[in-house]
């Protein structure tokens, strides 16, 4: 049963566009979403969390929103710069309860010049 | 600040031979620690975690075992190595809190194993 779903395997974006990631997931309870960005032969970096008590995060050119009775939440990146190239993995979690942290199974983003 | 190590970067092993992959945490102490295996074309699947010394949980049946002999220290095994064992190796950790999910995790450069 996979509780975080990245549905889209892979996307493409035009520099200087607007890049968005989108996860969906089926636990109500997870209250803590994280996104990772991972180069190949690399560990993943943390990007950008959010709490389930706010429906948006931004730090610089990331933003997070959350959509909490659509169980969704999307990164968009603007504007996409080639340096973004990578595969981005959503993950979720419940604070609140000894569980891990639940990842996706990423998607890759193409930065196109 | 913290830093995470992993080796060696990259290995090539036989088949039936035994592993052992070490990760190393600095700059914190009694952090989670956690194993995972990225396969080719797949996401992250977890191996192993610990919340301390000696505590070692186990999240799917398999050919390896991990064990934490020191605080910042993460040691991934395995007796016989199988070709199903091949892929992308990452050490993470986290800081210890209230659960295993209240905080972000972070990664080490991830070790490369072939078996062949």
């Known amino acids: 049963d996979q509780q975080v779903k990245q549905n889209s395997p892979s996307l493409s974006v035009q520099e200087g566009r607007i890049s968005i990631l989108n996860c969906d997931y089926t636990?109500?309870?997870?209250?803590?979403f994280l996104w990772y960005k991972k180069y190949p032969a690399e560990g993943p970096t943390f990007l950008i969390s959010i709490s389930s008590i706010k429906d948006k995060n931004e730090d610089g050119r990331f933003t997070v929103f959350l959509n909490k009775s659509a169980k969704h939440l999307s990164l968009h990146i603007v504007p996409s710069q080639p340096g973004d190239s990578a595969v981005y993995f959503c993950a979720a979690s419940q604070t609140n309860r000894d569980d891990k942290i639940i990842f996706g199974k990423g998607t890759r983003l193409h930065i196109l010049p | 600040s913290q830093t995470i190590h992993q080796w060696p970067a990259t290995l090539v092993q036989p088949v039936g031979s035994p592993l052992s992959l070490e990760c190393t945490v600095e700059g914190t102490s009694n952090p989670n620690l956690y194993w995972y295996r990225q396969a080719a074309g797949r996401g992250l699947q977890l191996l192993f975690y610990?919340?301390?010394?000696?505590?070692i949980s186990s999240e799917v049946p398999q050919n390896l075992s991990a064990s934490r002999p020191q605080d910042r220290q993460f040691i991934l095994s395995s007796k016989k190595l199988l070709l199903s064992d091949s892929g992308f190796y990452l050490c993470?950790?986290?800081?210890?809190?209230?659960?295993?999910?209240?905080?972000?995790?972070?990664f080490g450069p991830g070790t490369r194993l072939t078996v062949t």
């Open positions: 993470a950790w986290s800081l210890s809190g209230p659960g295993l999910g209240a905080y972000e995790q972070y």
């Open positions: 610990s919340v301390g010394i000696g505590q």
């Open positions: 636990n109500s309870m997870f209250d803590y």
